[in-house]
């Protein structure tokens, strides 16, 4: 999420949480989106739950972008 900075976490705690969202996300192999909650406890992430990413927010808007919008945006900037 590109929305907010993890300056809080430590590396091995961002290493945590990339593996955890990796290891859920298999599991959905044809989703495009997925939004997961996640605990974290030190080192140790676990997957709460998995979420219809922004498909019950219709109409929801980060500087002026829905969500699919921006992650687009996000894939097209990526090819450039």
Same mark, same amino acid.
């Given at each position: 999420?590109?929305?907010? /900075?993890?300056?809080?976490? +430590? ?5 945590? !949480? %990339?593996? /955890? +969202? ?6 959905? =192999? ?9 605990? !974290?406890?030190?080192? *140790? /992430?676990? &997957?709460? =739950?998995?979420?219809?990413?922004? *498909? !019950? ?7 002026? /972008?829905? +969500?699919? %919008? *921006?992650?687009?945006? !996000? &894939?097209?900037? *990526?090819?450039?």
């Amino acid at each position: 999420n590109r929305r907010s /900075a993890p300056h809080w976490l +430590t590396p091995s705690e961002i290493d945590a !949480l %990339e593996k /955890a +969202t990796a290891d859920a996300a298999r599991l959905f =192999e044809h989703s495009h989106c997925i939004g997961f909650d996640i605990s !974290l406890r030190g080192s *140790d /992430a676990a &997957v709460l =739950e998995a979420n219809a990413f922004a *498909d !019950l927010l219709p109409g929801l808007k980060f500087d002026g /972008a829905t +969500t699919y %919008e *921006d992650q687009a945006a !996000l &894939v097209s900037a *990526d090819e450039r």
